[in-house]
């Protein structure tokens, strides 16, 4: 079953990226470049994971607060590491994809 972020992003990455086409062209001429196979879908699915990402991060805002930690999965070696370098600071690297603010949320509220 798909989550409410899903299903409303996936509209609003339709009216943004398809219907008023903001940026599209740019994005599907980028995508050409770099050698993407089907550029098109690639395109919608992209549109429809900012519009997922936006929903996500509004739907932050009308949770309880640690309503979000169980949908992010943080590898436990990692968290563990981090713990033991306690006070001296973390650089949580990661792939240049998903909602960035809601790793930065879940790992604000599993970490010291």
């Known amino acids: 079953m798909r989550s409410a972020a899903a299903v409303l992003g996936a509209a ?8 008023l086409a903001v940026r599209r062209a740019h994005v599907v001429d980028s995508m050409r470049r770099a050698g993407l196979a089907d550029v098109e879908r690639t395109a919608n699915a ?3 994971s900012l519009g ?44 240049h994809t998903g909602n960035w603010d809601l790793l930065a949320c879940a790992a604000a ?3 010291p």
């Open 12 to 19: 609003l990455g339709w009216l943004v990226g398809r219907l």
């Open 46 to 48: 992209m549109y429809a």
């Open 52 to 95: 997922r990402g936006l929903f996500e991060l509004i739907g932050l805002a009308f949770r309880r607060r640690r309503a979000h930690i169980g949908r992010v999965a943080l590898d436990r070696a990692v968290l563990a590491r981090v713990e033991e370098l306690a006070g001296n600071g973390a650089v949580i690297a990661t792939a």
């Open 109 to 111: 509220e599993r970490l």
